[in-house]
């Protein structure tokens, strides 16, 4: 079919699969050492924006899920709300669950962004507020190793908290987070992005059929859509421009939560969206 980027014309997702290119670090599941909250760090290999996180889930039940983060290693600032940012929670989730590996993904949905500009680490603290259930790693790799990586970004092991609520509990050292860390290779000032976020808007989400993107007074160039285990499933043909109205098709893609990449010449644009 051909496409044209005309008013309101509709891009179809097709069942093709395209390579993942800077967009997910994967940490494999090697086991089932569970716990309720981690402690990790993320070292930028180069310029990234962290903005999602999946984790994995053994045990099952309804739980609140809170992230916090802080410019510099977790490592010696446990334990202390005031050493932290907190950037959101999940609220009264369900996640799926698996007694073994592999276990599927579980994102955590909440809205936020990180720049860790390039060399440097930052720790981060993802935890059960309240709830039943737990979250899983792997005690494989002492504390301080790199847990995986690609090209971009690490994922240092650490420590693990047995209890639940913010802060609270005891630690265990040498284990290693499972899961997905969602990124853009890109550090986005607070100016550049509060333009970007004010000019495109997806709607409607969550959604069903057709997703509509606006663009405002910026040029779109193209677009891109991911699944949670961090698979690129969509990609739109290369634009100069995409106004003011563009219709993504949906209507093929299963029930479920999704990663929507806009490029523009001021930026990149990520956000969430639920298929129903």
């Not at 940490?27 to 760090?41: A, E, I, K, Q, V």
């Not at 802080?70 to 940012?85: D, K």
Request: proline share 5%; with cysteine.
């Amino acid at each position: 079919m051909k496409t044209l980027f005309t008013l309101s014309i509709v891009l179809i997702i097709s069942a093709q699969a395209y390579s993942q290119e800077c967009d997910s670090l994967h940490s494999p599941c090697l086991g089932t050492f569970s716990r309720n909250g981690f402690y990790f760090d993320l070292e930028a290999v180069s310029d990234v924006t962290v903005n999602g996180i999946s984790y994995l889930v053994q045990n099952p039940g309804t739980r609140d899920i809170s992230l916090y983060y802080r410019q510099g290693t977790y490592f010696g600032f446990e334990g202390v709300a005031s050493n932290w940012t907190y950037l959101g929670t999940d609220s009264a989730v369900t996640p799926d669950n698996a007694l073994s590996c592999p276990i599927p993904h579980q994102p955590a949905v909440i809205d936020f962004t990180v720049c860790i500009p390039q060399g440097q680490r930052y720790g981060f603290y993802l935890v059960m507020s309240s709830g039943t259930g737990t979250l899983e790693s792997h005690s494989n790799l002492i504390e301080g190793s790199i847990g995986a990586q690609d090209a971009y970004l690490k994922l240092i092991t650490g420590k693990g908290q047995f209890g639940i609520g913010d802060f609270a509990g005891t630690l265990t050292p040498d284990l290693t987070f499972q899961g997905a860390i969602h990124y853009f290779c890109l550090c986005v000032t607070s100016s550049e992005e509060n333009k970007i976020e004010k000019e495109i808007i997806a709607y409607p989400n969550p959604v069903l059929n057709q997703l509509a993107v606006s663009n405002g007074q910026l040029t779109i160039k193209n677009m891109e859509i991911y699944d949670m285990p961090g698979q690129r499933i969509f990609l739109s043909p290369p634009s100069s421009a995409l106004r003011p109205q563009c219709i993504i098709d949906v209507s093929g893609l299963s029930k479920g939560f999704y990663l929507l990449k806009i490029y523009t010449e001021d930026g990149i644009r990520t956000m969430k969206f639920i298929k129903e």
